[in-house]
């Protein structure tokens, strides 16, 4: 009685399961041939600093807002620079007068040594006449040439002054999006971090339009990827979203220290979702063959085959019970395993079956909620 008791609770009592189902796989379609993960990073990314050391006046944007190449970022105070400008230009004016006047002593110089000269050659004047109105003719041109190197000294202060007022004016170096606020009105930024207490960055933006996925490799692997691969991207925000990607760089060194090679993957369907430095799942694609006229592989989640007997087994659902189910296997279908024999497309088999299933067993499939 005992013995009948023990096997009607083993046998009656249900064993709750999970299901999977068995599928056709078309073996023109991609598989999956390696998985690998990383994370979303913009290629063209810049923290936008002034050249200048000011206190900043005005900042015309925040977290989010999309700028275009060119657009004023944030003003610096620019009173002190302006006041250079104004004195390097009264510096040039007065460089100019200067020069004039002595193009005029240029001129009047120079007609009177040509008069002098011809009286000279004529025996007209003496020698120390003619040489005082030479004299007087070289000193002119010299100081000409002076006052016009003079002029050329005013006008390169006058475009450094302006290039300095220019530095106080921030600009966006490309189109993009502001992704941080490094500095508020009132700080004074410095290039190059000159002080302690003075910002460098005053913003930070980057491309949205130039987010790839860079995954590390293992070297082991490498030789399964190359430009121009076709791959499936999850990101761990939205899991229930695919996108499609295309291998673009593989960067030719290795990290000594992980054993992993760099790879960046263009996004071909990018939306508003897509932020920097999100998680991203990476599924890299094997070719298709391209014929078209295979026949459809039927395949299964390798976790529902096991090994009982020595042979490969599947747990089929019969109703509210098990039947042990011999399988003949090939080779791998993008991430499922083939089954040559003993499954058809849409039979329900047991997910990592527990060692007390057997064959007539009473089950009840686990709620996926």
Not at 99 to 110: M, S, Y
Not at 164 to 183: H, S
Not at 268 to 284: G, H, K, T, W
Request: proline content about 4%; glycine content about 8%; hydrophobic content about 45%.
């Amino acid at each position: 009685m005992a013995i009948i008791s023990a096997y009607w609770f083993f046998i009656a009592s249900p064993l709750t399961v999970e299901v999977i189902s068995a599928v056709s796989v078309n073996p023109d379609e991609a598989t999956t041939i390696l998985n690998a993960s990383g994370y979303l990073v913009a290629q063209r990314r810049a923290a936008v600093a002034s050249k200048g050391t000011g206190r900043i006046v005005e900042l015309r944007v925040k977290e989010g807002d999309r700028v275009k190449k060119g657009e004023i970022v944030a003003r610096l105070e620019s009173a002190d620079v302006e006041a250079a400008l104004a004195g390097a230009k009264a510096n040039l004016n007065a460089a100019t007068a200067l020069r004039d006047q002595a193009e005029t002593e240029l001129n009047e110089a120079a007609l009177n040594h040509g008069r002098k000269k011809g009286l000279f050659e004529s025996g007209l004047l003496s020698k120390a006449e003619f040489e005082t109105a030479e004299a007087r003719y070289l000193r002119a041109r010299a100081s000409s040439a002076s006052y016009r190197a003079g002029i050329r000294a005013a006008e390169a202060a006058v475009r450094a002054a302006e290039v300095d007022i220019e530095n106080t004016v921030i600009l966006a170096p490309f189109d993009g999006t502001i992704l941080t606020k490094n500095a508020e009105v009132g700080e004074v930024v410095a290039p190059f971090g000159s002080s302690t207490l003075a910002r460098v960055a005053v913003v930070t933006m980057a491309d949205m339009t130039s987010i790839q996925v860079e995954a590390d490799v293992s070297e082991s692997n490498i030789e399964k990827i190359y430009p121009g691969q076709i791959c499936r991207i999850v990101l761990d925000a939205y899991p229930d979203l695919k996108y499609e990607g295309i291998v673009q760089t593989i960067v030719p060194t290795v990290d000594r220290a992980k054993a992993t090679i760099l790879t960046k993957i263009m996004l071909l369907n990018q939306d508003e979702r897509i932020l920097p430095e999100m998680s991203a799942r990476v599924a890299f694609m094997s070719e298709t063959s391209g014929k078209g006229d295979q026949k459809p592989r039927v395949a299964v989640h390798p976790g529902a085959v096991i090994l009982r007997g020595g042979r490969k087994v599947a747990f089929q659902i019969r109703g509210d019970r098990v039947e042990e189910t011999p399988l003949e296997v090939g080779g791998p279908a993008g991430g499922l395993v083939e089954v040559k024999r003993g499954l058809k497309p849409g039979d329900l088999v047991v997910l990592n079956p527990p060692d007390e299933l057997v064959s007539g067993k009473r089950i009840r499939i686990r709620s996926k909620e």
